[in-house]
């Protein structure tokens, strides 16, 4: 069992950034992928980024150059740095765990363990 729980989200006007955090609690094995998703009012969820245990990354295409995942073994803890946010960022941000040897899916099926979520959103 994984517990996740997000926080860092919020308001911010276009080209601003924000950086989202997700702590993880529980049996983390070695085989862990940890993901961020996301969805927009009306829409499906969708995967943003994702990593797995030896830090390799895969990112969607609309937040490549721009999204940064990171993860800090040692204290469980997975980040998204967003910079040069743009209004179609403006969703409600999941941190997502699932037991993956890499390459992580990107698919909301490839994760059991979810966070509440946090709220993104970017004005223009």
């Known amino acids: 069992q994984v517990q996740l729980v997000e926080s860092g989200g919020g308001s911010v006007q276009a080209g601003g950034s924000l950086r989202l955090s997700c702590a993880a609690f529980?049996?983390?094995?070695?085989?862990?992928?940890m993901g961020w998703f996301r969805q927009a009012p009306g829409k499906e969820r969708e995967g943003v980024a994702a990593?797995?245990?030896?830090?390799?990354?895969s990112y969607a295409d609309s937040v490549k150059g721009r999204f940064t995942i990171t993860q800090d073994n040692a204290k469980n803890t997975l980040t998204l740095q967003m910079n040069s946010l743009k209004p179609e960022d403006t969703a409600i941000y999941y941190c997502?765990?699932?037991?993956?040897?890499?390459?992580?899916?990107?698919?909301?099926?490839?994760?059991?363990?979810w966070g509440r979520g946090t709220q993104v959103i970017v004005s223009s």
């Open positions: 997502a765990a699932g037991y993956w040897w890499w390459p992580c899916p990107a698919v909301v099926s490839g994760y059991g363990y």
């Open positions: 529980g049996y983390i094995p070695s085989n862990l992928c």
């Open positions: 990593i797995d245990s030896d830090g390799r990354y």
